[in-house]
């Protein structure tokens, strides 16, 4: 449904927050899931995208266990019918009512079973994120592999992103592997088209 006039005037006023996603912030995540709490729970993988702060978001997490079905269990290679830990998260600005994403995570349940704080969503926002979650378990994430496609929207997702008519979404499907080569989160992220920029740096061996 097209906006209001009074909509789009107060869109002018307060503008959203893009949201600028470099392939350099998995290093970033990871040097912080050592550091002390206080310098964890400063700030967040959103803050560091966004240029918020803290008291500038508002922050949702929702976990219930899932049975794996085949495609998840195949990509974590284990048997379907596996119990998964699945997270959903929102983030939103305070002044707007749009997330930034709308994000689903799955952990193997047996994998993180040992620190139950990690099955625990009241414990949300995790200061240091999932790296650090699994670093409590003994999991060192060894590399991230990030796959993005594009389409236009369900409509579910134009209504929960507030989509403008014919913005497309980035569908952002991330896998981490541990130390031992083992798939330890998949998560699946849907960006909106219209405040995300997306920035991969490469860095290449000299000659």
């Known amino acids: 449904m097209p906006k209001a006039y009074e ?3 107060d869109d002018l006023r307060h503008p959203r927050p893009r949201a600028v996603r470099d392939n350099a912030r998995h290093q ?3 040097d912080r899931a050592r550091r002390p709490l206080r310098t964890r729970a400063g700030t967040g993988a959103t803050e560091h995208e966004t240029g918020l702060h803290r008291d500038d978001l508002v922050f949702y997490a929702k976990y219930r266990t899932i049975e794996a079905p085949k495609a998840l269990a195949d990509a974590f290679g284990v048997p379907a019918g596996t119990l ?3 997270r959903t998260y929102r983030t939103r600005c305070a002044t707007g ?4 994403s709308l994000v689903t995570s799955y952990l193997v349940h047996d994998m993180i079973a040992a ?3 990690v099955l625990d969503d009241s414990k949300e926002p995790w200061p240091g994120g999932t790296q650090h979650q699994l670093s409590t378990v003994g999991i060192e994430v ?3 592999e ?7 929207p369900t409509p579910q997702e134009a209504r929960e992103l507030e989509l403008p008519p014919g913005t497309a979404v980035i569908l952002l499907r991330k896998t981490s592997y541990d130390i031992h080569d083992r798939v330890v989160d998949i998560s699946h992220v849907t960006l909106p088209g219209d405040r995300t920029e997306l920035v991969f740096t490469t860095p290449l061996e000299r000659w």
């Open 28 to 30: 970033w995540e990871k």
């Open 146 to 152: 990030e796959r993005f496609t594009a389409r236009p």
């Open 115 to 117: 620190n139950p704080d």
């Open 142 to 144: 060894d590399r991230i």
């Open 84 to 86: 998964l830990l699945e």
């Open 7 to 9: 909509e789009i005037e």
């Open 97 to 100: 009512t749009a997330p930034f």
